[in-house]
């Protein structure tokens, strides 16, 4: 599956951004999706993730309450929502998928087969 994310851009701290990832899955809904990101010498950090049916969810700390991942089955695409942004929230975003069947949520980056190009979010102070 190939997977586009878009986006991204420059806003200041205490603003919002929503990325979309649009995947060419041709069932969409039997993939488990995640958002990461990397910041300059940083190692790729996991955010969020959701379940193929759209149910389940899970968050990293740093991000919980403020970030949102959703997703349209119907229109192939997953969404995250930031809200309330830091400059530590400076970083590439990246999508990431995985064809799986289940309840099942993913945190690691090498649990997830497919990825997109990412796209760059800069909060400035």
């Known amino acids: 599956v190939q997977l586009q994310a878009s986006g991204g851009g420059l806003v200041q701290a205490g603003g919002s951004l929503r990325l979309s990832c649009a995947a060419s899955a041709r069932a969409f809904r039997y993939y488990a999706m995640g958002w990461f990101r990397q910041a300059p010498g940083k190692e790729r950090e996991f955010i969020t993730t959701i379940n193929g049916s759209g149910d389940r969810t899970t968050y990293a700390d740093s991000v919980k309450d403020r970030f949102t991942i959703s997703r349209d089955n119907a229109k192939n695409t997953v969404y995250l929502q930031m809200n309330s942004l830091k400059p530590e929230d400076t970083a590439v975003y990246y999508c990431?998928?995985?064809?799986?069947?289940?309840?099942?949520?993913?945190?690691?980056?090498?649990?997830?087969?497919?990825w997109g190009q990412g796209t760059l979010v800069t909060v400035s102070s």
């Open positions: 990431a998928g995985r064809n799986y069947v289940g309840s099942m949520l993913f945190t690691r980056p090498w649990e997830y087969d497919n």
